[in-house]
């Protein structure tokens, strides 16, 4: 964590440029929606014999995000620092080198893994945290992070390693994307189905070299989106989607309690370890995020 100490001291520093009445953002920002028209009469026309609704719905404007001006369209930013220890000695090896969890995303399609992946299996907890260095991930239209894994299979199935992921504005405190796991269902543990809101899920087909060209957050490119409008409601979200995401924490499922499951009596269950992954956690290509605000 020590990387990321120095973002923190910088947050501060710019945290007012995430204000609505920034004045740098005064000239990117959407222009305001014009006032809804007022209902001027009465509901009724008797003359025409016409009746009226006494109350007319009103279009309730959707607010756009102002903080976020430096939007990219197909071209996005990659997490670029990481939390986890890099050893300069495994540089380069897949798996071992937390650098390949943010140097860029090397999918390999359906039918195979990528190489490219730093495992979360080589950290204390079975997690990694990644930030953008000189900027923030922020909220706006549709999905804003998206998260790449290795997973691989055929169209029978797919080996999948499902990964938490939470975001935090300052380091320290972090909310979780909805996720869970079907306890009740009668399908294998290891049918997608079971897994709702992982990450490490979808198969990876984009490649920053090879498909260049592919908007990350295309369903084509793969990879596993998420909103910041799906977090759980209360001030976090609410702090989140003011201020923008420092931190991207990504924890491997099989380290973490599933709080739904209290068959373990006094000791917490964890989620299931998946047959068929040699009982590994998840691997990490990289992370994206669509919305940039520099610092
Ligand atoms: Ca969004
Ligand atoms: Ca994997
Ligand atoms: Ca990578």
């Not at 109350?55 to 997490?79: K, L």
């Not at 079975?126 to 894994?149: H, P």
């Not at 909103?227 to 979200?237: I, W």
Request: hydrophobic share 35%; aromatic share 10%.
């Amino acid at each position: 964590m020590k990387q990321t100490y120095l973002f923190l001291l910088c947050a501060g520093l710019f945290i007012n440029a995430c204000g609505d009445d920034s004045e740098n953002s005064a000239e990117d920002m959407p222009t305001e929606e014009p006032p809804a028209e007022e209902t001027t009469e009465p509901m009724k026309n008797e003359d025409k014999g016409e009746e009226v609704p006494d109350e007319v719905p009103v279009e309730i404007p959707v607010t756009e995000p102002t903080f976020c001006q430096d939007i990219s369209n197909a071209v996005v930013a990659y997490a670029n620092e990481a939390s986890a220890t890099i050893d300069e000695a495994k540089e380069g090896t897949p798996f071992s080198d937390a650098n390949l969890a943010i140097n860029g995303v090397r999918g390999r399609g359906l039918g195979s893994g990528s190489l490219d992946v730093f495992s979360l299996d080589k950290t204390v907890d079975g997690s990694i945290t990644l930030s953008y260095e000189g900027g923030r991930f922020c909220d706006g239209q549709g999905a804003d992070i998206k998260v790449f894994e290795n997973p691989f299979g055929s169209a029978a199935g797919v080996f999948f390693e499902p990964i938490i992921v939470s975001v935090s504005s300052d380091g320290e405190s972090y909310v979780s994307f909805p996720h869970s796991f079907d306890l009740d269902s009668d399908l294998r543990i290891n049918a997608v189905e079971r897994w709702q809101g992982f990450a490490g899920m979808q198969p990876v087909y984009f490649h920053e070299e090879n498909t260049a060209e592919m908007n990350v957050f295309s369903e084509a490119a793969g990879g596993d989106s998420f909103d910041l409008q799906d977090l759980p409601p209360g001030p976090q979200k609410d702090d989140i989607l003011k201020n923008g995401v420092r931190f991207i924490k990504l924890q491997a499922a099989q380290a973490a309690v599933n709080p739904e499951d209290q068959s373990c009596g006094e000791t917490s269950c964890y989620f299931p370890i998946l047959p068929g992954t040699f009982g590994g956690f998840a691997d990490v290509d990289g992370l994206y995020g669509r919305y940039i605000l520099r610092d």
